[in-house]
């Protein structure tokens, strides 16, 4: 079994910045991807970045340049530093890792989602 723990979510000011953070726990062979996605009232579930352990990473393109992701192997860990929050940042963030439990079964996890409001 895999766990994902999230935190870093709240209120903050247009503007402002967050950190959000992700630790995977538990019984696994080792981890592919770690990223994370959001979700805004009445909207799809979307991509908002991605790493995967060699360091590459992803984003969606109205992020570029004011989110940086970032992981941490030994921890088993990623990290998402938003800038600049904008009210359209608003959403429900869900961390997503991309799992091998063994050498051959794959499994996806999703933690429970944090909540990021960005108002005045």
């Known amino acids: 079994q895999v766990q994902l723990v999230e935190s870093g979510g709240g209120l903050v000011q247009p503007g402002g910045s967050l950190r959000l953070s992700c630790a995977a726990s538990?019984?696994?062979?080792?981890?592919?991807?770690m990223g994370w996605y959001r979700q805004a009232p009445g909207k799809q579930r979307e991509l908002v970045a991605a790493?995967?352990?060699?360091?590459?990473?992803e984003y969606l393109d109205s992020v570029k340049g004011r989110f940086t992701i970032s992981g941490d192997n030994a921890k088993n860990a990623v990290y998402l530093q938003m800038n600049s929050l904008k009210p359209e940042d608003t959403a429900v963030y869900y961390c997503?890792?991309?799992?091998?439990?063994?050498?051959?079964?794959?499994?996806?996890?999703w933690g429970q989602g944090i909540l990021v409001t960005v108002s005045s």
């Open positions: 538990g019984s696994f062979f080792s981890i592919n991807t």
């Open positions: 790493i995967r352990r060699g360091g590459s990473t």
């Open positions: 997503n890792a991309d799992t091998m439990v063994t050498r051959y079964r794959y499994l996806e996890v």
